[in-house]
């Protein structure tokens, strides 16, 4: 599959997962479900096998959403990563974090 098409579909995916928005901070069920998009690249659970793609599994909650946080406000740049953060509530951002710091496994 092309790259631009692969990315395409992420953003699709993106913007149907986080649609709905979120109440719970820091949930890792709803993280896992807005994770989903991420996972096409951070591979499942966040442990990513690609060396383009960074682990995310096992990474501090508070590290990912600062690094969440920079992307959306373009302070730290990747062309990738500033599309994929942009939709991204605050709590949406919590979520994710709580679910990759869980390793992909929710207890
Ligand atoms: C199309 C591929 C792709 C998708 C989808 C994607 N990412 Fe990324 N992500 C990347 C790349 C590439 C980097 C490395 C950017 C860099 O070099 O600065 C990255 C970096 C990150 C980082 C920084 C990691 C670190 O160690 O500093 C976080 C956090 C992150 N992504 C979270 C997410 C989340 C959450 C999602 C889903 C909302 C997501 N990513 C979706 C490709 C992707």
Redesign the pocket.
């Known amino acids: 599959m092309a790259k631009a098409t692969?990315?395409k579909i992420?953003f699709i995916t993106?913007s149907i997962t986080f649609a709905h928005g979120s109440h719970a901070s820091g949930n890792i069920d709803s993280g896992k479900t807005?994770?989903i998009?991420?996972q096409?690249?951070?591979g499942e659970g966040g442990k990513s096998k690609n060396p383009?793609?960074?682990v995310?599994a096992g990474?501090h909650a508070k590290?990912?959403v600062k690094?969440?946080k920079a992307?959306k406000a373009g302070t730290?740049k990747?062309p990738?990563?500033n599309g994929?953060?942009a939709p991204?509530t605050d709590s949406d951002?919590e979520d994710?974090?709580a679910f990759?710091e869980s390793n992909g496994n929710p207890q």
């Open positions: 692969l990315i992420v993106a807005k994770a998009a991420c096409v690249c951070h383009l793609y960074p995310l990474q590290y990912i690094q969440l992307f730290r990747d990738i990563m994929m953060a991204l951002m994710v974090a990759f």
